[in-house]
């Protein structure tokens, strides 16, 4: 019998690499970030050691010459006549360059989203604020706070006067801060959701929409950004409750380094992180 032709061969060659490839997607994750250093795990397990013996004939096959001239032939094909190719024979291309990318989308992110949030768990959560609440919720506020100051944004002459469902408030910190937060509101009871929050110097004068001339405030809008998309169901309340922690923004020390300003750039501690055993949060510079 005469062999079959090469072309067969070589598809076939390509075929089951990427069929091992697909299988080694489901291996665990640490296992495969491993193995791209150039140190493998010191002590595997035995069960380990299965799927890293796999792996390892994965990258055999992979340099063996017969599949590297099925790549090369593929390569010279497409360039020649690259025309009517069917989408999962690209696919197969971009994963040939970059088999099994640990980086590559996991399964199992939906259970991991339950436990992103950054903000503590309080009693806080079974009373979210209202828009009915709202005016109440300032005119106390106002009265319990010295320094902190919110308010419904009236805006330009032409804005929103919605002044029933605001779409901006505003927080002061005196000599440290100004805050615009958006808001929205839940279908269901209309209770209050932090869309965004800008901050400013206390003497700049701004639109809620610009942004601060000091990097410091761009900073710490980027930082609300991060702690709103950890958790965009967060309670009014306890937002505001975040946003009064940043009083003594400039002359706090940060919980890790214990220095006012990071070493690097000099910026104050812009992030917050909740301390379970004091009940507090506690200031930290973004490169500790
Ligand atoms: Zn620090």
């Keep these: 019998m005469s062999p079959p032709p ?3 061969s070589q598809v076939q060659a390509l075929t089951d690499l990427y069929n091992s490839i697909q299988n080694a997607r489901h ?5 495969l ?5 150039p140190n ?3 002590l595997t397990p035995p069960s380990l050691s299965l799927y890293s013996q796999q792996l390892k004939d994965i990258a055999h096959t992979l340099r063996s010459d017969a599949v590297q001239a099925a790549l090369r032939a593929a390569q010279e094909s497409q360039k020649a006549d690259g025309q009517n190719i069917m989408n999962n024979v690209r696919r197969e291309n971009r994963k040939r360059r970059r088999p099994a990318s640990p980086e ?5 992110t939906v259970t991991e989203r339950q436990s992103s949030s950054l903000f503590p768990v309080t009693k806080d959560d079974l009373t979210c604020l209202k828009s009915s609440e709202l005016v109440e919720y300032i005119r106390q506020f106002n009265k319990e706070h010295s320094s902190c100051k919110l308010g419904i944004w009236q805006g330009t002459r032409s804005s929103n006067k919605d002044v029933k469902n605001p779409a901006t408030l ?3 910190i005196k000599d440290v801060l100004t805050a615009y937060l958006t808001v929205s509101y839940t279908t269901s009871d209309l209770a209050l959701l932090v869309e965004s929050v800008t901050t400013f110097g206390p003497r700049e004068r701004k639109l809620p929409h610009s942004q601060s001339e000091y ?4 900073m710490l809008s980027q930082e609300f950004g991060r702690m709103i998309h950890s958790d965009p169901q967060v309670g009014f309340q306890k937002f505001i409750t975040l946003l009064c922690s940043y009083e003594n923004m400039f002359t706090m020390r940060c919980d890790k380094c214990q220095r006012v300003l990071c070493v690097e750039g000099h910026v104050a501690a812009v992030e917050r992180v909740w301390n379970e055993s004091n009940g507090q949060w506690e200031p930290r510079h973004i490169s500790c």
């Design 33 to 37: 970030k491993a193995t791209v250093l």
């Design 27 to 31: 291996y665990p994750r640490d296992l």
């Design 6 to 8: 090469a072309v067969e």
């Design 40 to 42: 493998p795990l010191p």
């Design 104 to 108: 590559s989308p996991q399964p199992y």
């Design 215 to 218: 990097s410091v405030y761009r």
């Design 170 to 172: 505003r927080f002061t």
